[in-house]
């Protein structure tokens, strides 16, 4: 793959294919395309391309036009799929076209692979995914599961990355994904510079089970978001879930179940989330020693960062922040 930084513009092919999306197809042109460097030089090139270079019909009462056919594939260091309207309908890799499954062989083997929403099942269809881990919209699990056994669906998350391949959730979903891809590659600042540039959050809270039903439990004054809030201005403490029972003036039974309908975690695993960002947040705007890191995020000890920080992103502290430091 190209090296991501100031020395050379990342290369963002979008494969545009009929039946495509609008709102999931706009997300690579305008969140990469918003990511500067602190000279504001773009550090994302992002070019969209069709199978044959033609107009692509979209779920919309309007086709588009692009300038590029699927050659363009074998120049990206990273290539995006937005989801079409009939992804769901492919039921294996005979039911893959042939035009398709050839501008997917056009891809470098080092180039970096991004699914949103429906793209899952082109990408299984694929065998792109294989042996790895995915994320597809929550309402089509049970179908790609039947279809795909061999990928090992995560149903309640907004995304996956497994290196190469990441794949997102349903529409908005894509967001987050293309976020933490810019968070990935340049740090947090940059990322969620992006996300107040394009007024979205920087990273949201829990996975895609909150979608379900529902955002929120009807009666939202008995929810548990006043109880987040406190315990936001709180990681350096140590937290437990009597703690944040107790604050919402609830059991820890009752407090745990809306808590995981809201966010989608357990409280456990969204403290550790929080703590985790504010680890990163640290380690990249500040000089403060690993030790005192860990003990303002709540890690207490270097030893329990080091193994959230390498659970979550898959590195120790001070390569995250020899890799991010602003």
Known sequence: ????????????????????????L???????????DPDGRP??????????????????????TVERDASALAEADTVVIPPAEDFAEITGRDALPDQV???LARLRPDARIVGICLAT???????????????????HSDRFRGLYPQVELAPDVLFVDTGRVLTSAGAAAGIDLILHVIRKDHGSAVANQVARRCVVP??????????????????????TSATRAWALDRLH??????????????????FTRRFRAEVGL????????????????????????????????GFGTDAALRQNLHAAIGVSPGAYRRTFRA
Do not use: K
Not at 26 to 36: D, E
Not at 124 to 134: I, N, Y
């Open 1 to 24: 793959m190209q090296p991501v930084g100031q020395a050379a513009v990342h290369r963002v092919v979008v494969l545009a294919l009929g039946g495509v999306i609008p709102f999931e």
């Open 26 to 36: 706009s997300l690579a042109a305008r969140l990469f395309g918003t990511a500067t």
């Open 43 to 64: 550090l994302y090139e992002v070019v969209t391309c069709s199978l044959d270079g033609g107009p692509v019909r979209t779920t919309a009462d309007f086709s588009i």
């Open 101 to 103: 499954a050839g501008a």
């Open 121 to 139: 099942f082109l990408l299984a269809a694929a065998g792109l995914l294989d042996g790895r881990a995915a994320a597809t919209h929550w309402c």
């Open 202 to 223: 920087p990273q949201r809270e829990g996975g895609q089970a909150q979608y379900v039903e529902r955002l929120v439990p009807q009666n939202s004054e008995n929810g």
């Open 237 to 254: 403490e140590p937290l437990q879930l009597a703690d944040l029972a107790r604050h919402a003036e609830m059991s820890r039974r009752t």
């Open 266 to 297: 357990s409280p456990g695993q969204w403290l550790s989330q929080q703590r985790v960002d504010l680890a990163r947040q640290l380690l990249e705007s500040s000089d403060l020693p690993v030790s005192r890191v860990a003990e303002r995020a």
